[in-house]
């Protein structure tokens, strides 16, 4: 009899309907599409313009998306995490109202976050529960706003990043597939290197922090490229390692879409050929907490019942970490 282990049974997801586009940015700052594209990747990003919305508009888009698609029954859901770096609010937690809002009225929920390591994170802690047999349907949900926290003037940040939220069901499984194995570390040094400065307990928002733009998302760029390179690779190349897998074992690449270059040495570091990498940067540039969700979304209709993928991450703070799991379904094309 094999060990219960903790499949995704479902996907969805949401995107904004605005759509900014490195032309657009040449626009606003001093940068032009060849330069972004051929150093990021990235050719548009979606952005939440409405007033009035945040983080929790796009999780419970996402939420319903996963819903209509699956047929699942919202009161069924036992549990819900939203994976996220721009809740709502600072206290109440997004997560205890995206479920009410899609009538999850059974659920317990709270937000996790660990910067762009978040959903990944969030996989590890829905499969603890439903292995521990104490829960049997867990909607983690990774939505990020990232508009909401970048300066629009600054042209080393704001080419990077996009609004977008992706969900995944995990449900308990009996025949061996859903998460297999995780490798997942941190490091304190991280948040010299990336970063929002104000408004938290150390330096609460004030009218100077305010004027010094202190509340948007700082970046030492090439420390953080470094850092992510090496170990979202490291680990990526840990996790196969430890469980005796080959490139010819691996069916897909899911890793975190923050630069194009980072992808590309993860999966050479893996020596796994392109055409096994899942890669939507382009469209989305960096979603934060959503870009594995979207990803899984995104490439659903391609995904094979026993598919073995892995996954890979890197974030603020820093956090970085790789899963290994096994596809529990056969995706529509």
Known sequence: MNRLKAAITAVGAYVPEHVLTNKMLETMVDTNDEWITTRTGIKQRHILKEEGKGTSYMAIKAAEDLLQKSGANPQEIDMVIVATATPDLPVAATAAYVASSIGATNAFSYDLQAACSSFLFGMS????????????????????????IIDYTDRT???????????????????????????????????????IEAGGSVLPASEETVKNKQHYVFQDG??????????????????????????????????????????DA?????????????????KYGNTTSATLPLLLNDYEGQLKKGDNLIFAAFGGGFTWGSIYLKWAYNGKQ
């Open 125 to 148: 802690t829905a499969a603890s529960y439903i292995e521990a047999g104490r829960y049997k349907k867990i909607l983690l949900i990774g939505a990020d706003k990232m508009s909401s």
């Open 157 to 195: 940040t704001c080419i990077i990043f996009g609004d977008g939220a992706g969900a995944a069901l995990f449900e308990p499984n009996e025949e061996g597939l859903g998460l297999q194995d995780e490798y997942l570390r941190s490091d304190g040094i991280g948040r010299d290197y990336l970063k």
């Open 222 to 263: 090439k420390t953080v490229f470094k850092f992510a390179v090496s170990n979202m690779a490291d680990v990526a190349e840990k996790i196969m390692t430890r469980n005796n897998l080959t490139k010819d074992d691996i069916q897909w690449l899911v890793p975190h879409q923050a630069n194009k270059r980072i992808i």
């Open 266 to 282: 993860t999966a050479n570091r893996v020596d796994l050929d392109p055409s096994k990498v899942m890669v939507n940067i382009q």
